[in-house]
């Protein structure tokens, strides 16, 4: 998980919003609880949540990962408009924009209707999920019970997550033999060239591993705190700025 940004409230929010909270807390009065609504009738109002410019603004805040787990539709079901608060808690909140985040169906179905006002979780437009969360070996760790409540909520655990944050420490792990490797043959380049030309690969291999860190990467929050850790990461990249540093 990782820090996002809400882009601003798409047009059709700003038209309709509130003709449509109006109809679905009328229907909560006819029905006397949200519960009670027939679903075929509250699903005539609550389509509108999904709507394709609703859609279409909100999904790239994300990269179009999941705001919580961070993977792509493909491993974890369709991505969906989610409501970070209930809407059958706080349906006067269905179709606030603020309420909005991109969610993956897995994390969705393990949120259900968990009442986040009352048991707060991470809010990844609010909050910084740095603050909250670390890594462990292939798991999430919590740093305060508002990470735990997280991790517990939407299940961030288990095979789901533990088994691609195993192929990635593994090929990282391997990745980080190599350019110790590197690092290590570096002082044996006996020319200027030959030291110019390994700096080159250990610059790209560097590249290589900051790319799984961009946002716009899967699972990056793992990869980053993954990768920053190492010290051979560190070593490399000490490396490189005082090469940077000479040429400057």
Known sequence: MIKLEKPATPQILIDKSADWTSTLLALVQQYSEYSKIPTTVKETVLKNYRHVQIKEALYPSSNKKCAFCESFPEDSGNIEVEHFHPKSLYPSEAFDWNNFLPCCRKCNSAKSDHDTKTSPIINPYIDDPENHLDVETICLKPKDQLGQNTID????????LYRPFSDLLVNFKQFEDDLKDALDELAEKNTPIKKRNHLIKIREAIDRLENLMKPQSQYSFFCKKTITSSNVYQRAKILLEKE????S
């Open 153 to 160: 909520v939407c299940q961030l655990k288990g095979t789901r």
């Open 244 to 247: 940077d540093a000479k040429a």
